[in-house]
């Protein structure tokens, strides 16, 4: 690295928060002089932009993905001997909310142009699960690393089985589907602001989404200790899963910025896929989806070279991930799809590189030349 080459940042935080100036600061400083930590005016504020950046009817902030997807499973009753289908290929928290309500996560495959949910492995899961005596009751796909999932399929699937879906979009906020943004597309969808997603805060936080009156009452008391009339009045068991009011705040002064972030990822990526498509496999998108690109991951049988020169010349880079979850000590017990060698494989050949939209096109050709090198 010479002297005037800036470093590039994995996901860079510091230049977002340059160009916001001192709206932040003087967002956290109004929580302060109000006071109201917990559920104050910016969360419900905050929840009321949310439905409109989305055209979602419902919005419910809460503490963290990991919540949003706990409580969503809550809110459907699901418990000891039900089976949920997760992805093998994702982040742990996905399957984890799964096992904290004392339900069963079953792997299943994802297809490996686009890292998402393999319905023909649903099918050998959906048996594997029966066979074993538990009672399918959800799936939950994975909008992994920013483009939706295929939702129209595998609502169509669900409804036919008697499944609920829970859409784990804590990588996808932002995105659409045919023209339907992220947050419509299931029934209940989970999303995360933890500070590297595409709309990130700066601590945990999260939201869910859903057009379901009734499902949206369910998370609301469930966000606070299950709660009826009142906060001393618990009909349902739940959590405190409160999103706190100085993320909300935080939140308010990016959303606005947002869609033209969007825009910019989009152009980082195809810059990338214009620089590596004849080097290595690059992400592939389906007809009618606009992805947030919360990483740009490519795959390849010499990922080890490419992270290691990358990493020699002070280019940051990230596997994710490195095992798949029916692999990790934690959940190897669990059921699975019979075949999950695309997961498998993923693991040891992909590689995201930096991505955020103030990524300059100088240090993208840098990267890109790195890789070539390593090659
Ligand atoms: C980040 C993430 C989560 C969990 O979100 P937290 O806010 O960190 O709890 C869940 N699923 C996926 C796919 C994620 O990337």
């Not at 059921?335 to 103030?358: F, G, N």
């Amino acid at each position: 690295m010479t002297l005037q080459q800036k470093p590039v940042e994995f996901i860079d935080l510091k230049a977002q928060q340059q160009r916001l100036g001192d709206r932040i600061p003087r967002a956290i400083q109004r929580v302060l002089d109000h006071g109201r930590y917990i559920m104050g005016p910016e969360v419900l504020e905050l929840e009321q932009q949310l439905a409109r950046f989305c055209g979602a009817r419902h919005v419910i902030s809460c503490a963290s993905g990991t919540d949003a997807l706990v409580m969503a499973l809550m809110a459907r009753g699901t418990g000891p001997g039900d089976a949920v289908f997760v992805p093998a290929f994702t982040f742990v928290a996905t399957a984890e909310a799964v096992a904290l309500v004392g339900a069963t996560p079953v792997f299943i495959d994802v297809e490996p142009d686009s890292f998402l949910l393999d319905p023909a492995s649903l099918d050998a899961a959906l048996e594997t699960a029966t066979r074993t005596g538990l009672a399918p009751k959800g799936i939950i796909p994975v909008d992994l690393f920013g483009p939706p999932c295929a939702y129209p399929e595998i609502n169509a699937y669900a409804r036919e089985r008697g499944l609920f879906v829970i859409a784990d979009a804590a990588q996808s906020f932002g995105a659409s589907l045919d023209g339907n943004p992220v947050g419509t597309l299931a029934e209940v969808t989970a999303t995360s602001f933890f500070p590297a997603k595409p709309l990130g805060c700066y601590g945990d936080g999260g939201a869910l989404f859903t057009d379901d009156d009734e499902l949206a009452d369910r998370l609301r008391s469930l966000r606070v200790h299950g709660k009826g009339a009142h906060k001393y009045d618990n009909v349902h068991i739940g959590i405190n899963g409160r999103l706190d009011t100085i993320q909300a705040a935080i939140l308010l002064e990016k959303l606005p910025v947002f869609e033209e972030e969007i825009a910019l990822r989009n152009r980082v990526a195809q810059r990338y896929g214009e620089l590596l498509e004849a080097l290595v496999v690059t992400p592939a998108l389906r007809a009618g989806v606009n992805s947030v690109w919360a990483q740009y991951t490519i795959q390849s049988g010499e990922r080890d070279a490419i992270a290691q020169e990358l990493k020699r010349q002070g280019i940051p880079s990230a596997v994710y991930y490195p095992a798949p979850l029916h692999r990790q000590t934690a959940y190897k017990d669990y059921p699975h799809a019979p075949d999950l060698a695309v997961s498998e494989r993923l693991c040891a050949q992909v590689l995201s590189l930096p991505m955020h939209p103030y990524l300059e096109e100088e240090a993208q050709g840098r990267i890109c030349d790195i890789i070539r090198q390593a090659l």
